[in-house]
């Protein structure tokens, strides 16, 4: 696979098959993704990798959190970090509207129907099914610049990820439980949870995995001066 096939074959995956991942190619993932560019040679990326009964004990508690109250779903304990802006300008606003309302319409959920709404939601708490979850921190005084490079991590784990036949999510939503997370996993207070990754083979017959999200024509956000 070239890197142009990756690229355009990487997508959100939220419904993924229940086939374990071998232990050895998840490690070499990875350590391929430590050669994602970091400005200072920094690498202030944090991974937390969890499977088996470690992935569970995460994904239980947070689902009883949830069954008692389903609103919780959406805000959990709250974000120890601004995920959006808090006044989303356009044409920002509008692009979030219509990939959220692609994803309830690929699973038939009627925006009108808050609890089916909320159900879908939590899935991002079950990792959407895939075998392995993983949270992703960075240490609290790091600087936006190391916000980038962990973005540059992910990516390369993603592109790397779909090499070999797997695919991601990238979960901000996991952001919303760091004391959840804290409490089960060896995450220091010094360390921001930043967000989730869902990792496994995708199930690629659910409705959920089969729309695409549209991308800006290049010139609404690159100009081309002296080409």
């Not at 499977?51 to 508690?61: P, W, Y």
């Not at 925006?111 to 992703?136: H, K």
């Amino acid at each position: 696979m070239t890197v142009v096939e990756a690229i355009n074959a990487r997508h959100s995956t939220r419904a993924f098959l229940n086939h374990p991942i071998d232990p050895g190619l998840m490690r070499r993932l990875i350590d391929l993704s430590r050669r994602a560019p970091s400005g200072g040679n920094l690498q202030p990326w944090r991974l937390y990798v969890l499977a088996g009964e470690r992935r569970e004990a995460l994904v239980d508690a947070v689902r009883e959190r949830i069954s008692t109250n389903p609103e919780l779903a959406v805000g959990g304990e709250g974000a120890e970090y601004r995920i959006y802006p808090p006044d989303l300008q356009e044409p920002y606003r509008t692009r979030r509207s219509v990939v959220g309302a692609q994803l309830y319409e690929s699973v038939a959920v009627a925006r009108s129907d808050r609890a089916a709404r909320l159900r879908q939601v939590a899935r991002n708490y079950e990792f959407f099914g895939a075998p392995v979850g993983m949270i992703v921190t960075i240490q609290r005084d790091m600087q936006q610049g190391q916000f980038v490079d962990l973005g540059l991590f992910l990516q390369s784990f993603a592109l790397l990820a779909v090499e070999q036949g797997l695919a991601t999510c990238m979960q901000e939503s996991w952001a919303n439980w760091p004391q959840t997370i804290r409490a089960l996993l060896p995450v220091p207070l010094d360390e921001l949870v930043f967000c989730g990754v869902s990792l496994g083979y995708p199930d690629i017959k659910h409705p959920i995995n089969r729309f695409a999200t549209d991308r800006a024509e290049i010139n609404e956000f690159c100009q081309f001066l002296g080409l």
